[in-house]
């Protein structure tokens, strides 16, 4: 008797967590649109993806927290071409998006700044175009902004600045123009800032060292003279000037 009520005790346990661990139609929608929009049946892995439940079925690159929602998304170096579809902002609990390292084109969709819990987004290494939209500094959570080596253009937006727990903002080797917002100034002495080699030109906005744990805005345009922080009489960061 024991026996059989330990184990209708255990299949009601593991009825209970696969109903609780039911990801929404929403969320399930948006990451079948980027397996869709990425090129996914050439993603070098996509084990167990479209098999059950994503969590439960531990799909390739998807992480869920204790109450089954989709809370990561980690794809890097996986053969994605593609873009990043709209749909992406339905993961209302995304805390992580890395997609480093793979070929993604198009442009930032507005869409990500609907993601309110975001902390880390890693778009290193593809080949995203267009400009930074300026919504993107409503994130609150954000600790990490990767966008090395892709083809952004335009300016850096100011709203950038509102990211008060950034550690990271990684935008060196796009082609930014416009000079480094003097928002900038409100990151904390933490954060790594990296906008080197890009086609940034006018003034660095300060006369003294802002105190970053690292600063560089080598290669790119701007203006002599530099600041003594940030030239060769200081570290250098800054150079070359016209």
């Known amino acids: 008797f024991f026996v059989v009520m330990k184990l209708l005790f255990a299949l009601l346990v593991l009825s209970f967590v696969s109903v609780s661990l039911c990801v929404t139609e929403r969320e399930m929608n948006a990451i079948t649109a980027l397996y869709d929009a990425t090129n996914g049946p050439n993603w070098y892995r996509a084990w167990n993806w479209f098999e059950g439940n ?109 990211l008060q727990r950034a550690k990271y903002i990684m935008m060196h080797s796009n082609n930014l123009e416009g000079s480094i917002p003097a928002s900038f100034a409100n990151f904390g002495s933490a954060t790594r800032v990296k906008v080197a080699e890009n086609n940034l030109n006018g003034t660095v906005p300060w006369t003294s060292d802002p105190g970053y744990d690292v600063f560089d805005a080598r290669y790119n345009q701007f203006s002599c003279p530099l600041p003594e922080w940030c030239s060769s009489s200081g570290n250098g960061l800054c150079e070359p000037c016209v």
């Open 54 to 162: 994503p969590c439960t079925n531990n799909w390739w690159g998807i992480k869920c927290d204790g109450d089954g929602n989709i809370n990561q998304i980690i794809l890097p170096s996986n053969n994605l071409q593609g873009t990043i579809p709209p749909q992406i902002g339905d993961l209302p609990n995304l805390s992580m998006l890395a997609l480093f390292n793979n070929y993604i084109t198009g442009t930032l969709p507005e869409e990500l700044a609907l993601l309110k819990y975001l902390a880390y987004i890693q778009l290193n290494f593809n080949s995203v175009s267009g400009t930074i939209p300026e919504s993107l500094g409503n994130w609150s959570y954000l600790v990490e902004l990767s966008l090395i080596g892709n083809q952004l253009s335009g300016t850096i937006p100011e709203s950038l600045g509102n």
